[in-house]
């Protein structure tokens, strides 16, 4: 009876023992720690201090329990970290209670890509807009009912230049329907008269023009010279050139970049500063290409002058460069009439 009663007490402390291993016992439960972030993928690392976040937990999604009589969390600071984007921190109190942690992570802003570029077509190298540098007087206004007389320009000797002027600014007059003189009208009036601008008469070329504005009841009278007229094949360097589109793009690229690690203090972890547009165009323009072209150079002084008043009531000097010697003419007179019309 004895050995009975000390084998069931021995076999009932066994049973206790094994409810208290397997914490199956009244006094044992269980809490659960859980993490998770977006998006997924993200390293979890803990520490009790905010400036020294170095234990690695486990890698999201994932979770961890604990089992005790008395179960709890401690205090901890718990930091997400993923490639590519700006780490994440969270403190968690003292609890006794299941833990979730959940962190959105904010994406890094992208290095900026480099700009993309292109080398400009060498024949639109030799087309620049025309200088132009003119005084008119402030009453100047043109009629359609009155009429304008253009004379020969002086030219460079056998080039042509000076009737290619004349009739390039008789045709665009006569385009914006204004009366015009006939070119061999006026020709013809000068032979008859000795009025030669060509070094035959000691009449300045202001004197001719009055005299002839005379014979031709002109209201007006254009004249001028030809000051430059050559084409030659020249060697030019040709920059890339950076797409405006690209160019919008890449500087909120940067800016953004940039501003990022300021605004947070953190320029230092920076993995490197990018180029500003301005060192890009630098490091462009080392890689120029070099191109020979021809290359039309135009250059034209013009006067007006009004017959009624005899003052000249426009002067213009103007430049260009083209690809043909009677395009750079033809853009000047355009640019020149587009001047003497404009109120």
Not at 24 to 37: A, L, M, V, W
Not at 66 to 92: C, D, E, F, L, M
Not at 120 to 136: E, G, Q, R, S
Not at 235 to 263: C, Q
Request: charged letters at 25%; proline letters at 5%.
């Amino acid at each position: 009876m004895k050995k009975q009663l000390t084998y069931k007490l021995t076999l009932l402390a066994v049973v206790s023992v094994g409810f208290v291993i397997l914490g199956c016992g009244p006094n044992y439960r269980t809490i659960y720690q859980t993490f998770k972030s977006t998006p997924a993928g993200a390293k979890i690392y803990y520490g009790s201090d905010r400036n020294n976040i170095s234990n690695y937990k486990c890698t999201t999604p994932c979770s961890d329990s604990y089992t005790s009589t008395y179960p709890a969390w401690s205090a901890n600071y718990y930091k997400a970290v993923k490639r590519g984007y700006q780490p994440s921190i969270q403190h968690q109190t003292y609890t006794t209670s299941n833990m979730s942690l959940t962190f959105d992570l904010e994406k890094l802003p992208r290095f900026p890509t480099p700009p993309k570029v292109r080398y400009p077509d060498p024949d639109t190298v030799a087309i620049t807009k025309p200088l132009l540098d003119a005084n008119k007087h402030a009453g100047l206004r043109l009629s359609k009912k009155q009429t304008i007389a253009i004379i020969n320009f002086k030219e460079p000797a056998n080039s042509g230049a000076g009737s290619l002027m004349a009739d390039s600014m008789i045709l665009e007059l006569k385009n914006r329907n204004f009366k015009v003189v006939d070119r061999d009208q006026i020709e013809k009036l000068m032979r008859e008269h000795g009025l030669m601008a060509g070094g035959k008469t000691k009449m300045t070329d202001l004197e001719i023009s009055k005299k002839l504005g005379k014979l031709v009841q002109a209201d007006y009278i254009i004249y001028g010279a030809i000051t430059e007229y050559s084409a030659k094949s020249e060697n030019i360097s040709l920059s890339p050139v950076i797409h405006d589109s690209d160019l919008r793009r890449y500087d909120e690229e940067y800016r953004a970049f940039v501003d990022f690690y300021r605004d947070n203090q953190d320029v230092e972890r920076m993995p490197t500063m990018p180029k500003s547009i301005q060192e890009w165009e630098l490091d462009y323009a080392s890689k120029a290409k070099q191109s020979y072209i021809t290359i039309a150079r135009v250059g034209v002084t013009a006067k007006m002058v009004d017959m009624k008043s005899s003052n000249i009531v426009y002067v213009g000097i103007a430049n260009v460069t083209d690809k043909r010697l009677q395009q750079g003419v033809r853009r000047i007179v355009n640019a020149m009439t587009e001047d003497i019309l404009t109120n």
